[in-house]
């Protein structure tokens, strides 16, 4: 007995009208829309928020090393992709850390302010300056002796003697937590600037040269930028904004590094699905701990033991994942932790250097 063939309204590949999915492209036979279908095909799409979500997270948590060796045997529809669920959690992590970063941005932008703010307002009162002029005074003095407390307490460290020492504390000038110096006459450009001098004239009163080229030339224009509104948050900002696009060059760094260490234990693809569920760990503990403090500050020593669980899940992970040995597991996480750490140097500068060049 024959049946009736639809054709299917996605890829238009006719099929048995009794099934239920198209057997060519998986949509489902009676797909009406409706708005619950519309929003959950849009989480699941775009977020993979569905049970595999689910299966996959609390494995992530308590099983370090578990989810990465069971996609290696090949178990790769029970669970969330890697990829996917390194990319979900990021998203939500981000969106999180967003609320603080506004924060810190006003913070450090009218902390700037405060330091900079050239008040012109002249006390002529003679009293007035003599009391100024005490407190100074005392001000310096204490620290003077902070100074010399932590140079003689660190003697051991330093290897300075007494006599060096003290004509550290006896300098006339004692650096200051404010001083911030630009590298150029910050008078002359603020004379410059009242009077509405053209940009050329102020970059050559900075110590632009006529011959540098572009890169000089853009550095001059950004630390004028920044000299001008003194909006050091929005340099962090633009900092945070580019950190998502840099994590996508540091984890294949993080996979290679484990490559290194386990050359002989399958092929690279392997150690980038290990390092992608790793990472996915990281940031759902990042995202916890900036979660709780947007309601409730969390102590600093707590912080810290959250952020020292996750090289403890990385010992873990690895002793799991590659069936190697508790000590030399331990050897080699904290050796590629140790590689690791430069690699995330390097970047942050790269970025911070990014972010001042294209705020």
């Given at each position: ?7 299917c ?28 279908v ?13 049970a595999?979500?689910?299966k ?23 669970y969330?992709?890697p990829a ?12 999180i ?9 006003d ?12 008040d ?21 003095s204490?620290?003077r ?8 307490s ?5 290897g300075m ?10 300098l ?33 009163s ?10 000089m030339?853009k ?6 930028k920044?000299y001008?509104?003194k909006?050091a ?30 050359f002989?234990?399958?092929q ?9 569920y790793?990472?996915?760990?990281v940031f ?18 707590i912080?810290?033991?959250?952020a020292?669980s996750c ?11 590659y069936n ?10 904290f ?11 390097l ?5 911070l ?7």
């Amino acid at each position: 007995m024959s049946t009736n063939q639809v054709n299917c309204k996605n890829c238009e590949q006719p099929y048995d009208e009794d099934f239920q999915f198209c057997p060519h492209c998986g949509q489902k036979t009676n797909d009406e829309l409706t708005i619950g279908v519309l929003f959950y095909n849009t989480i699941s799409n775009y977020f993979s928020f569905d049970a595999r979500f689910f299966k996959s997270f609390i494995p992530l948590l308590f099983r370090p090393g578990y989810l990465a060796k069971e996609f290696i045997k090949g178990k790769r529809l029970l669970y969330l992709h890697p990829a996917q669920m390194y990319l979900f959690i990021s998203v939500v992590f981000f969106f999180i850390f967003s609320f603080s970063v506004r924060e810190q941005v006003d913070t450090l932008n009218n902390n700037f302010q405060e330091i900079f703010d050239k008040d012109g307002t002249v006390v002529l009162d003679s009293i007035q300056t003599i009391k100024r002029d005490s407190i100074r005074h005392i001000k310096d003095s204490i620290d003077r002796k902070e100074i010399e407390s932590a140079l003689r307490s660190n003697k051991f460290i330093t290897g300075m003697s007494d006599k060096e020492i003290d004509s550290i504390v006896k300098l006339d000038n004692l650096p200051k937590k404010n001083d911030i110096s630009f590298g150029f006459d910050e008078s002359e450009i603020d004379s410059l600037l009242s009077v509405n001098a053209i940009d050329k004239e102020i970059y050559a009163s900075m110590g632009l040269e006529e011959d540098d080229g572009w890169f000089m030339r853009k550095l001059y224009t950004q630390v004028l930028k920044f000299y001008k509104a003194k909006d050091a948050g929005n340099v962090i900002g633009a900092f945070y904004d580019t950190v998502p696009i840099a994590l996508f060059f540091v984890l294949p760094i993080f996979a290679l590094i484990l490559k290194l260490f386990y050359f002989r234990k399958g092929q690279y693809a392997h150690h980038l699905v290990f390092s992608f569920y790793y990472f996915s760990f990281v940031f759902t503990v990042l995202t916890i701990i900036f979660g709780v403090n947007l309601v409730y500050e969390i102590s600093n020593w707590i912080d810290f033991l959250i952020a020292l669980s996750c090289f403890l899940y990385l010992f873990i992970a690895i002793k799991r994942f590659y069936n190697q040995g508790w000590f030399w597991s331990f050897i080699k996480t904290f050796l590629s932790t140790m590689l690791f750490f430069p690699v995330v140097f390097l970047t942050a500068c790269a970025i911070l250097v990014f972010a001042f060049m294209n705020y």
